[in-house]
Nanobody, 115 residues
Framework: VQLQASGGGSVQAGGSLRLSCKDQ???????????MAWYRQAPGRQRDLVAR???????NYSDSVKGRFTISRDNAKKMVYLQMNSLKPEDTAVYYC???????WGQGTQVTVSS
């Protein structure tokens, strides 16, 4: 698995979680050129883009998470993160990291938010 995701879990509404994703395969100079993203997929629904971060650090968010989630990256560690605050039950999903524009995905990590 190229992308190893971790950090999911179960929290109550209003809580926080931090997801991490490590690129285990790319060499550093290549990783630094990637645009990275987090997607999520709830049961019975399509996989949706949550946040993305460009190689230069520019970020974009879906309207549903704007102001609550923060995507960041540590290129030296080949890591991308998703800090999730003020979680809501509708944030419940499997979260996947992705090298944007490719079919390279992490294995998914479950986030469950209870009301």
């Amino acid at each position: 698995v190229q992308l190893q995701a971790s950090g999911g879990g179960s929290v109550q509404a209003g809580g926080s979680l931090r997801l991490s994703c490590k690129d285990q395969r790319s060499i550093l100079s290549t990783y630094n050129t990637y645009n990275m993203a987090w997607y999520r997929q709830a049961p019975g629904r399509q996989r949706d883009l949550v946040a993305r971060i460009g190689s230069g650090g520019t970020t974009n968010y879906s309207d549903s998470v704007k102001g609550r989630f923060t995507i960041s990256r540590d290129n030296a560690k080949k890591m991308v993160y998703l800090q999730m605050n003020s979680l809501k039950p509708e944030d419940t999903a499997v979260y996947y990291c992705n090298i944007l524009g490719t079919d390279r995905w992490g294995q998914g990590t479950q986030v469950t938010v209870s009301s």
